[in-house]
């Protein structure tokens, strides 16, 4: 059974950076074929896809936030993590990570990935 879990600030100030960390077990980010990607629900609207990096370091990301994301891993405690710089209120979302079988570039539909974290609230503010 893979299990994810986010863990970061649930508060940032505006023009800081956004930092999470996915912390996944029962498999390995460095499998074969596995993605592991960001998203984010902000109050009241959709899902939204935030980018991905792939098993081999490999990474992808939303055009509209790639100016501002930066994705990382740490293999040997099997992390990866995001970084949002610049933040605004705008950038208040519930964030999750969720793994794949194969590249989701683009997609933001919960039921094309395999497993899911619980997903963390992120709220900017001063």
């Known amino acids: 059974q893979v299990q994810l879990q986010e863990s970061g600030p649930g508060l940032v100030k505006p023009s800081q950076t956004l930092s999470l960390t996915c912390t996944v077990s029962g498999a390995t980010i460095t499998t074969s074929h596995l993605a592991w990607n960001w998203l984010r629900q902000p109050p009241g609207k959709g899902l939204e896809w935030m980018g991905v990096?792939?098993?081999?370091?490999?990474?992808y990301y939303s055009p509209s936030l790639k100016s501002r994301t930066s994705f990382s891993r740490d293999t040997f405690k099997n992390q990866f993590s995001l970084q949002l710089s610049s933040v605004t209120p705008e950038d208040t979302a519930v964030y999750y990570c969720?793994?794949?079988?194969?590249?989701?570039?683009?997609?933001?539909?919960?039921?094309?990935?395999?497993?899911w974290g619980q997903g963390t609230q992120v709220t900017v503010s001063s």
């Open positions: 969720a793994c794949a079988d194969g590249l989701r570039v683009g997609v933001a539909d919960r039921e094309k990935y395999d497993y």
């Open positions: 990096i792939a098993y081999d370091g490999s990474t």
